[in-house]
């Protein structure tokens, strides 16, 4: 099966940034959909930014401007680079991994920490 490994969580000063990395392995196809998800302690999984098959970028409202979705081809991960980081960012950070149109695939990571706080 597929698995979903990310790593680069830590905490970090308001205002500071941080680099998340996703790394794949198992059979992975080509044209998948990555995406960036989050879940504070307490509240609802929410979606933070999307790699799309074609190779187009989509973000949340509040994350345009500040977090930027990418592949990184020399590692051959799927990286979130966050800047500008606020306390509500904290938040366990998960990667995902989909296909268009086959819903059934549908993969998650085991998340990694980000806090931000002085």
């Known amino acids: 099966q597929v698995q979903l490994v990310e790593s680069g969580g830590g905490l970090v000063q308001p205002g500071g940034s941080l680099r998340l990395s996703c790394a794949a392995s198992?059979?992975?196809?080509?044209?998948?959909?990555m995406a960036w998800y989050r879940q504070a302690a307490g509240k609802q999984r929410e979606w933070v930014a999307t790699?799309?098959?074609?190779?187009?970028?989509i973000y949340a409202d509040s994350m345009k401007g500040r977090f930027t979705i990418s592949r990184d081809s020399a590692k051959n991960t799927v990286d979130l680079q966050m800047n500008s980081l606020k306390p509500e960012d904290t938040a366990v950070y998960y990667c995902?991994?989909?296909?268009?149109?086959?819903?059934?695939?549908?993969?998650w990571g085991q998340g990694t920490q980000v806090t931000v706080s002085s």
């Open positions: 995902n991994l989909r296909y268009p149109h086959t819903p059934q695939f549908d993969f």
């Open positions: 198992g059979t992975i196809f080509s044209g998948n959909v």
């Open positions: 790699l799309t098959n074609t190779g187009n970028t």
